[in-house]
């Protein structure tokens, strides 16, 4: 304290003063109260509630001599005490947002919505009911029947399955349907009906009317918008528009018509196909049969034996019964020899009997394996016959089975085996019911209000990346 008192009472020195044992410069602000050198720092005292604004500490003013609302700046700590720590910094408040006020891209989200929405909705609403000419649509349902009658197979007991007759499974629907949306048939009705006059009757009306070319393929993409095919479980819905209900009906018969010729070509087709199979098969088999039976002729000619089966079981016979007299001859000889007398006569006629009978029965068996007039052993011989017999009656059995095949394809070629069967046919509208002009605005309105959307959230999107 004297050293301190000491520099401040020198001019010459440094004029330094401690306050709170911290180094502060001579001509630095001094605090207003400065601390005594060891003394405790005054604590503020509480405020109580409802202490009057006069009782309660008054604020730490700035010192206008360092610059009014500076903030304080960092004191360096002295040796062996802590640092002072500093406040954190605050973040910055922004300013708040001002009043929103119409601007130009403003306008420009109206104008676009305007644009694109509202102005083609409002041109379609005016086409629709101004100038779109009300259309008519004729409906029709049929299917193709098959004629489902007796097998020959089982009208002969199942000898035509002897050979490889087959019946026709396609899908005749599958070929109208795709019959329905071809060249070919749109030419035909076109040559019969004049499709394009039709379809191009309304003169201001070019979104539904035909306003295409003479070309086919135009008149096809025609075709597609105004005939529409629907097929399930084998049955075959349509629906025709056109600009009077008369002339829609009048489509609708022709394709009627049309696939019924159709379906007819197609019975024919199938009717010589099968007729002409038939006829192969029946002229392959009887030629077996000829040929078989020639050949059993040569062999009883060549051979000399009209049935080698017959003699053999004939010769068969004879020895059955040569061995049963046998049989007999050899029972009474035993009788004979013990009843009576050793040179009875009746014991050597017996016994000659016997012998006689065995000497039969062996010449029959030789005759078994006795040759033929071409030098062959019977029972060869025999064989062969059996072989013969057995293609003989195969072939006749052929012979039949391919016969009635025929008989039936034939009875198949005079009726209609299939058909075209109209469940539904051709109606005749009463009233417009196309073009549904609500359904149309509300698909068109829903679409182009998502591109709007779309576009305007792109918009923004945008702007806020910049």
């Not at 044992?21 to 005292?45: E, I, S, Y």
């Not at 199979?277 to 040569?298: F, G, I, K, V």
């Not at 009474?332 to 006569?345: C, F, I």
């Not at 469940?423 to 509300?442: H, I, N, Q």
Request: proline fraction near 7%; charged fraction near 20%; include cysteine.
């Amino acid at each position: 304290m004297y050293d301190t008192a000491r520099q401040i009472n020198n001019p010459e020195c440094l004029r330094m003063t401690v306050q709170n044992d911290k180094p502060v410069h001579a001509d630095a602000p001094r605090p207003a109260n400065p601390t005594p050198v060891g003394a405790v720092p005054a604590q503020p005292r509480p405020v109580l509630a409802g202490q009057p604004a006069a009782a309660r500490p008054a604020a730490a003013q700035p010192n206008p001599a360092a610059g009014g609302a500076a903030a304080p700046r960092p004191v360096p700590a002295a040796p062996g005490r802590p640092a002072p720590q500093m406040p954190p910094p605050q973040a910055p408040v922004k300013p708040a947002a001002s009043t929103a006020r119409l601007k130009p891209r403003h306008l420009g989200v109206a104008a676009s919505f305007v644009v694109i929405v509202l102005l083609p909705i409002l041109v379609s609403t005016w086409y629709l009911y101004a100038r779109a000419e009300n259309q008519y649509a004729s409906y029709m349902g049929f299917t193709v029947r098959s004629e489902s009658g007796l097998a020959t197979s089982d009208l002969l007991g199942g000898l035509t399955s002897l050979v490889g007759t087959t019946s026709s499974t396609g899908s005749d629907t599958d070929i109208l349907y795709k019959f329905i949306q071809s060249h070919d048939l749109v030419q035909r009705i076109d040559d019969r009906l004049d499709l394009r006059a039709m379809w191009s009757k309304p003169e201001n009306d070019p979104v539904f009317a035909y306003t295409g070319n003479d070309s086919l393929e135009d008149l096809l993409s025609e075709w597609e918008r105004k005939v529409r095919v629907y097929y399930d479980a084998g049955m075959i819905d349509l629906r025709v528009v056109a600009f009077d209900p008369k002339d829609a009906q009048a489509i609708t018969q022709a394709i009627y018509d049309e696939s019924t010729v159709l379906v007819n070509e197609l019975n024919d087709v199938a009717r010589e196909d099968a007729l002409r199979y038939a006829r192969n098969d029946l002229d392959e088999a009887l030629e077996r049969l000829r040929s078989a039976r020639q050949e059993m002729t040569e062999f009883r000619n060549r051979h000399q034996l009209v049935d080698p089966a017959a003699d053999v079981a004939g010769q068969a016979g004879v020895v059955s019964t040569l061995q049963a007299q046998l049989a007999e001859q050899l029972v009474a000889l035993g009788l004979l020899q013990a009843n009576a007398q050793e040179n009875d006569p009746r014991i050597e006629q017996t016994q000659l009997r016997v012998n006689v009978i065995r000497e039969q029965i062996a010449a029959e068996r030789q005759k078994f394996g006795s040759e033929t007039a071409t030098g062959e052993a019977l029972s060869t011989v025999v064989g062969q016959f059996e072989s013969l017999m057995v293609d003989r009656e195969f072939a006749q059995q052929s012979y039949i089975a391919a016969l009635a095949t025929y008989d039936a394809a034939r009875a198949e070629s005079a009726r209609q085996t299939r058909y075209l069967a109209a469940y539904v046919k051709p109606t005749l509208a009463e009233d417009a019911e196309f073009p549904m002009r609500a359904k149309l605005l509300s698909i068109m309105g829903g679409f182009l209000l998502l591109i709007w959307i779309v576009g305007i959230l792109t918009f923004y999107s945008l702007r806020d990346r910049r």
